[in-house]
């Protein structure tokens, strides 16, 4: 324990070092909550700058990702505010990046006939995330995206781990509802 | 337990939440565990899709300010870091203007001087006698460089 700590304060004294162990789970968070790859970037990059500015005020009582991801989040929740872009509602109305992530179905050498199921599944999944409420898309993509545990998304939410697992659970059950749609 | 998962239940156990009846009921029932492969399936599909599509649209940082040379300083912001490339460029653009102005001053002064300096020259090359002996000079009034007898006249008039 105190080993990672001293790793994650060495980590983030060194903002080439944070960028390149992070940035691309910064990234692919912001991508996928925003999903406007510009929009993504400049989130990330503001995300490191601010960690980096704020360093001193963080303590290690969390990972250095999860930190991090708090950041993210608030910058995330901040950027559509503050421009008043709808983005999930834009992508719902497009939907355009939706079929293109829809297909990327990695090719696991399945028949024609599963990997229509696959593609199915896939884009109720998709169609799922892009309707939840901020808060269970925030929670659904740290936990199934970015593979964060519990306490970790709580961390980085600032939420506490019970509200956690709601959020979770409501988010699951969205997108158990849209598969059974799809099928 | 024999009865099957419910929704709520499959979504229980994906958060995490799972008692010991439920796990020894999906452990012998295939149908509850179809339907949670099912499920786990899909939302590893999710993963790969997004992380598959991120990796097709990742812009990797701009140069970032505090690097490992200025560790210690933060960086500046947008504005503050415009401002100074501004005033960088103006002061690039002022200097040569304000030293051409300088030099021109300079050469400006020094014909002057170089000026007055022949004025000077040209004053002691065409005087006829040495300045100390000018008050003699004047005294005897041998002055050759007249030719038309005006001066001599004006002497003789002034000896009568």
């Known amino acids: 324990m105190i080993a990672a700590v001293e790793r994650s304060a060495s980590?983030?004294?060194?903002?080439?070092?944070?960028?390149?162990?992070?940035?691309?789970?910064?990234?692919?968070?912001?991508?996928?909550?925003?999903?406007?790859?510009?929009?993504?970037?400049?989130?990330?990059?503001?995300?490191?700058?601010?960690?980096?500015?704020?360093?001193?005020?963080?303590r290690g009582d969390c990972s250095t990702q999860a930190w991090l991801m708090r950041i993210a989040v608030n910058l995330i929740r901040d950027y559509a505010r503050n421009r008043r872009l709808q983005f999930w509602k834009r992508a719902q109305a497009s939907a355009v990046d939706i079929e293109a992530a829809g297909q990327c179905v990695p090719d696991g050498g399945a028949s024609p006939e599963s990997e229509a199921v696959a593609k199915e599944q896939l884009a109720a999944v998709w169609n799922a995330a892009v309707g939840l409420p901020e808060r269970q898309r925030t929670v659904f993509l740290l936990r199934f995206v970015e593979d964060m545990d519990l306490l970790e998304i709580a961390a980085a939410t600032g939420m506490k781990e019970g509200t956690v697992k709601v959020h979770l659970f409501r988010a699951l059950q969205a997108v158990r509802e849209r598969i059974g749609r799809s099928q | 337990m024999s009865q099957h998962l419910s929704s709520r239940e499959v979504s229980q156990w994906i958060v995490g939440d799972r008692t010991p009846q439920q796990q020894r009921h999906v452990g012998q029932c295939a149908e509850c565990g179809a339907e949670l492969a099912?499920?786990?399936?899909?939302?590893?599909?999710?993963?790969?899709?997004?992380?598959?599509?991120?990796?097709?649209?990742?812009?990797?940082?701009?140069?970032?300010?505090?690097t490992r040379g200025s560790r210690g300083y933060p960086a500046r912001p947008l504005p503050v870091r415009w401002a100074l490339a501004a005033a960088a460029l103006l002061v690039l653009a002022v200097v040569p203007i304000y030293r051409n102005a300088q030099d021109r001053q300079r050469q400006a002064d020094l014909a002057r001087a170089d000026a007055l300096l022949l004025e000077q020259v040209d004053a002691e090359v065409s005087r006829a006698v040495p300045r100390p002996m000018e008050p003699l000079a004047k005294l005897v009034s041998w002055d050759f460089s007249s030719t038309d007898g005006s001066d001599e006249k004006t002497r003789n008039e002034e000896i009568r």
């Open chain 1, 11 to 58: 980590e983030i004294d060194d903002l080439d070092t944070l960028v390149r162990l992070h940035w691309l789970r910064v990234f692919r968070f912001a991508l996928a909550s925003l999903r406007d790859p510009d929009a993504a970037a400049s989130v990330a990059q503001d995300c490191f700058l601010r960690a980096y500015r704020s360093r001193e005020r963080f």
């Open chain 2, 38 to 66: 099912r499920m786990e399936a899909a939302l590893s599909l999710f993963r790969g899709s997004v992380r598959h599509w991120s990796d097709g649209q990742v812009r990797f940082p701009r140069p970032l300010a505090p």
